[in-house]
């Protein structure tokens, strides 16, 4: 199983990035996917989810309006576009895959994360 993030990088307040999760080794098209963040000294938290399926949708107050999740089962990826970016969403960001059984089984799968750094 492998979730791989790119996309990353630095870029100037206001500015964009666009990054991609490439999944294998599981069957994606089941599997809810998130995008999760992480900045220095801070906990990780939700930032995006989309579920298996239907694709709904869901945001952290912080990004929405700003941010979209979106989804290809086709070529096995979830993508999160980020528009707007301002200094506070410096983070690490992380892919997961999560797809919780009927019976209980909860399976979830994390990238190793990529860099998103926002500064003047």
């Known amino acids: 199983v492998q979730l791989v993030e790119s996309g990353g990088g630095s870029v100037t307040p206001g500015g964009s990035l666009r990054l991609s999760c490439a999944a294998s080794?599981?069957?994606?098209?089941?599997?809810?996917m998130s995008w999760y963040r992480q900045a220095p000294g801070k906990e990780r938290e939700l930032v995006a989810s989309?579920?298996?399926?239907?694709?709904?949708?869901n945001y952290a107050d912080s990004v929405k309006g700003r941010f979209t999740i979106s989804r290809d089962d086709a070529k096995n990826t979830v993508y999160l576009q980020m528009n707007s970016l301002k200094p506070e969403d410096t983070a690490v960001y992380y892919c997961r895959g999560r797809w919780v059984v009927s019976s209980g089984l909860d399976y979830s799968y994390w990238g190793q994360g990529t860099q998103v750094t926002v500064s003047v």
């Open positions: 989309i579920t298996q399926a239907n694709g709904r949708t």
């Open positions: 080794g599981f069957t994606f098209s089941s599997y809810a």
